[in-house]
């Protein structure tokens, strides 16, 4: 064993198959939630939900939030998180609509690799905007590992992984639907 770790791999001893997702935004800004498949690969999902970041700390607080992204597109080609218009609710109230990122701006970018080490936790990153000066608002963050299980084409859920194991903390599900 001691030879394994002394060789300097890169790459995990054990292969990690959980879904990362991280939900960021400036305290006075809307939420954004970036979805990786590896936490050092750049996401494969990034929407801003329409939804200040005060407002999801505040369901974040009754320790059960379930986020739903229903889109109407009819392309049963794609797979559900390739669509691009997205019905957003929180805990069954629909709070507006959304559309999925092609392109990450500099913003989600600088969280991303701020965050490429961090496996889960929840916390404030120092910002600075381009001319390295610090900006008005602090950028949070919520980091976790998820479990990934798709019903169908049609249906896909996160929920999210409690390292202890015990059922204390915030429970937070993402599904993500098509209806046609």
Known sequence: MVNLLSRGHRKPLLKDFATTGTIFGF?????????QEDPHCLPTF????????????????????????????KT???????EFVWGIYCNGRKIGYSIRR???SEEEMYVIDALRGVSMGAGVL???DQYE???????????ARFDRVVGSKDS?????????????????????????
């Open 27 to 35: 305290r006075k800004g809307r939420v954004f939630l970036a979805i």
């Open 102 to 104: 092609k392109n990450m």
């Open 126 to 128: 120092p910002f600075r």
């Open 46 to 73: 990034i929407i801003e939900l329409p939804m200040l970041t005060s407002a999801l700390q505040k369901e974040m607080a009754s320790e059960t939030v379930r986020i739903a992204l229903e889109s109407e597109t």
């Open 76 to 82: 049963p080609r794609k797979k559900v998180l390739e």
């Open 133 to 143: 000066q610090e900006t008005e608002g602090e950028m949070t963050y919520m980091r």
């Open 156 to 180: 896909e859920a996160l929920y999210m992984i409690n390292p202890e194991g015990s059922g204390q903390g915030t429970e937070l599900s993402i599904f993500f639907l098509r209806s046609h």
